[in-house]
Structure formats: C-alpha cells, structure tokens
C-alpha cells in the first residue's frame, strides 16, 4: 500500500488553519486525487494555548519550527510562519537539510533568499514549492512552469497586491481619500503586520521578482525590483486619470530586452476599460504574453484563509503525486544574472504639481520640460483658492529618467512646491 504523504505545518494563522482545515474537510477526494492519504503529523506556533477554531489534538505539537523540520516522520515541511530571515528561514533550510520536501507561502523569503533556497533543495535532492507566494489562490506559478512551458515570455505584468487595489478602487467608488480607505483596510484586518509592506509596494514587489525568474530564467532579484507605493496617490489623481479614460492601478511590470531586465512595481494609469482597469477590490489579476500563446490572463483572489490554502494545498498534491520541478521551473544553477535595465521603455507620463500662482510659473515649468526634450501633450489648472495651483500635466513619451532629470529641476525652482507627482501612462 501507498504510504501516506505526512506533513508538518508550521504557521497556524489565517493560511495555516486554512490548509489544516482543507486537509480534514476534503480527506477523501485529496487520497482520490493523489492515490496517497495525506496526513498532519506536527503543527507549530508560537502560542500553543490559542484557540485556533480547529482541534488540533490530534497532531503532535512543537514550538520550535526548526524541531518540527527536523522531525522523522514529517515528510514535507510546509512552511506558513511568514518573514524573510529567522524562524522561517532557518526551519525551511533545516527541513531541506534533513531531507524533506518544502512547501511555503513566503514571497519575501523567495524574493530574497530563493536562489539560495533553490541550490540548498536540488543539492540535497529535494523540492521546494511556492505557489501561493504569488497572487494568493491564482495557480500563476503552475501555468508559468508547466502549462506555458513551451513559451518564451515576452511580458508578465499583473495587480498582484489586493490591499492597494481595494484602496485605488474605493478611493474612486466612495470620493474618500487614501488615509480613510488606509484606516478602514486597518480595521478590516487586509494590512500586513508591517503595512508598508502593502502601500509601499514591496509585498508586490516580492511576488513580481519571483515571476520575472520564472518566466525568464533569470536569478530572483528583488534589489532590482524599481518600487514605487501608492502613499502619495490623491483623490485629484483619481479623478483626473477617471477624466482621461485611465484608472491608477499598482501594476507590477517585468520584462526583458536588449536594454536588461526590466522589473518594476509602480502606480502606473492604465486605460479603464482594459482588464486591469476594471479589476476591482482585492482582486489579483496576472496577464502573462508570450509568444506562442499570445496572451493569457488570469484573475481571482490574491489573499484570505481559503483561496491561499488552496494554493498551498494544489503544491502538497504534486508531492504526493511524485511531481517534482525545481523551484523557477528550471535547475537553480542554470538561471541567469540579469542586468538590471537602467531605464523603461518611453512611455507618456501624468504629472501633478503644485505651483505657485504667480506670472510666469507656468512657462518656467514648460520651459524646463522643453530643455529635457519632454514635450506636453495634455495640461490642466483647477480653480482653488490657496497660494498655490494644483496643475496636471500629461507629457508625450519620454523615459523616466529623463523625465526624473526634469522633475530634480522643477523642484530646485521657486515656483514648484513640493515634489511632483509622476505616473507612467501604460497603454496595454
Ligand atoms: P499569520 O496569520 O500572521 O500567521 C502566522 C503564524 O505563524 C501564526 O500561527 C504564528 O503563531 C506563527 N509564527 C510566527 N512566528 C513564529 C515562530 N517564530 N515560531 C513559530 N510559529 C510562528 O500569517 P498568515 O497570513 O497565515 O501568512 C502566513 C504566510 O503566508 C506568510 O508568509 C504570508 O506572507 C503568506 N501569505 C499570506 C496570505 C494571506 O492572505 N494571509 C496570502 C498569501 C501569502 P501564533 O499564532 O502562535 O502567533
Ligand atoms: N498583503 C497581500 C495583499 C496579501 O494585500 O495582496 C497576501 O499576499
């Protein structure tokens, strides 16, 4: 008879509980499914007296995640902790080290430490799985790796953080602004512990540096990732992209040429009836181009007990399966070092500033652009009654260097006042 795949989960919060409760509610069909029961036979957390909502009597207990790793009859360590150094980190490298298979949820961990993660697990013959790093319950890992494996990715870009789109997106539905959708996503519980993880870009950032290997073959280089959050997006930007025909989006962009690889994670307008314009709430979307396929775009939840254990759980199926693939879908030793591209391609550029509202002002702004070679496509000025005047310009293409070259200068002048804000344009 098949032994059973036996499992030790570490982490026992929203993705942990969610796995443990998929594993007992669906026992049947997943030994249907796989031909092998699979089992919990040690959890870990910090706080052992937690009532966790699932009785747990039945596992063996461990505080110390790296004992659990260790554990003889623990087959696959599924690692639900969270954090790219400490406790996750060292449990995952003892788990490897004592010959079990990993299955994680942690894109920081991958993002930063995935290269040497991946060497640790095919030296010692073992596996490392992370489908639910990227766009929660998305199976955007699974398609990269095995159903477009036989395409060479042009592009992969996507909404990969749900807290930021539901900001963007109810800023625009309710008229309120950032700081109130910032408090109500608080009280809702959608932040990270550290919530500039999420507003900053940086969780996203994570799951974009873990795709763009994937896709291209290349070492996961989060360092590279160019991250910009959504902290200065305002109710004015909103409105004025809505005005155009765009919506702001925290759109993750990677993709490589002849200029390097290009990855970036910035608010960017994109048109407001594409795809990714009308992705509403905290919804995750991930459109993959390539050239054989074309386009493929997927969409669903990229968070939550459910659809995240869903992912951990389709990761614990091809283990007890007998798939194995190495971690970026090829051996860790054959990725790349890409050159980091130092610029993006030319794209048009939103810009608000505020300038002071006196003769002149305007021309010297226009007259700054114009040395940089930027040319104005579009300019607006409200009425408004302080010193200065919210203005809104839309540039021809240009590149963001330049484009940063020009906003370095507007902001030395006396007529500028604070930074401006810059948003690229991105016609999909
Ligand atoms: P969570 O609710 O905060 O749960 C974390 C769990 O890890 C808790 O049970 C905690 O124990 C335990 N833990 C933390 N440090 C520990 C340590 N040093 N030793 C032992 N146990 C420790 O986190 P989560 O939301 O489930 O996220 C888990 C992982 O999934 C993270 O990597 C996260 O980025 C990733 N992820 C989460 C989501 C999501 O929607 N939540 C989506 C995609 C990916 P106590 O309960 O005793 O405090
Ligand atoms: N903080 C993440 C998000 C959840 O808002 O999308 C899990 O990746």
Redesign the pocket.
């Known amino acids: 008879m098949t032994q059973p795949l036996r499992l030790g989960i ?7 509980i969610g796995v443990v409760k998929i594993i007992r509610r669906q026992a049947a069909l997943l030994e249907a499914r796989t031909g092998r029961r699979i089992e919990i036979t040690a959890v ?4 052992a007296s ?1 009532d966790r909502g699932v009785s747990l009597k039945d596992y063996a207990w461990e505080t110390d ?1 790296v004992a659990l790793a260790k554990r003889d009859d623990v087959d696959v360590f599924v690692e ?4 790219h150094e ?2 996750a980190k060292n449990a995952i490298e003892a788990a490897l080290a004592t010959g079990k298979d990993v299955v994680t ?4 961990l991958l993002a930063i430490h995935g290269q040497a993660l991946a060497e640790q697990a095919e030296g010692a013959g073992r596996i490392i799985r992370f489908e ?2 990227v766009a ?1 319950g998305i199976p955007v890992i699974k398609s990269l790796t095995e159903g477009l494996a036989g395409n060479e990715i042009t592009r992969v870009m996507g909404v990969m953080n749900g807290t930021c789109n539901y900001i963007l997106t109810r800023m625009e539905a309710t008229g309120q602004g950032y700081n109130v959708l910032f408090d109500e996503c608080a009280r809702l519980g959608y932040l990270e512990a550290d919530p500039n993880l999420d507003v900053g870009g940086i969780d996203a950032g994570h799951k974009l540096a873990i795709l763009s290997s994937i896709a291209f073959g290349t070492k996961p280089a989060f360092d590279d990732v160019q991250l910009e959050g959504i902290q200065r997006i305002e109710l004015d930007d909103i409105r004025a992209a809505a005005d155009m025909g765009y919506r702001i989006k925290l759109l993750g962009v990677a993709q490589r040429s002849a200029r390097g690889l290009e990855q970036r994670m910035t608010p960017c307008l994109v048109p407001a009836n594409s795809p990714l314009g009308q992705l509403e709430g905290g919804t995750n979307m991930v459109v993959i181009e390539a050239d054989a396929v074309e386009q493929v775009v997927l969409r669903g939840p990229g ?2 007990e459910g659809p ?1 254990a869903s992912a951990v759980m389709g990761d614990v199926c091809d283990l007890a399966r007998g798939f194995r693939i190495p971690a970026f879908g090829q051996p860790a030793k054959t990725l790349k070092e890409a050159p980091a591209a130092q610029t993006g391609l030319p794209a048009p550029f939103y810009l608000r500033m505020s300038l002071q509202d006196k003769p002149g002002a305007l021309a010297e702004v226009a007259a700054i652009l114009g040395e940089a070679g930027i040319s104005i496509d579009r300019m607006r000025q409200y009425g408004h009654e302080e010193p200065t005047a919210p203005v809104l310009i839309v540039t021809h293409k240009c590149t963001r260097a330049t484009l940063d070259e020009a906003l370095d200068a507007l902001e030395t002048t006396d007529v500028v006042d604070g930074t401006p804000v810059a948003l690229r344009i991105e016609e999909l």
């Not at 639900?80 to 954090?83: A, F, I, Q, V």
């Open positions: 570490a982490g026992l919060g929203t993705v942990g870990s957390a910090r706080d937690k995640p639900l902790m969270g954090g400490g406790a949820a942690n894109k920081a639910a790093a929660g968070a939550g995240t």
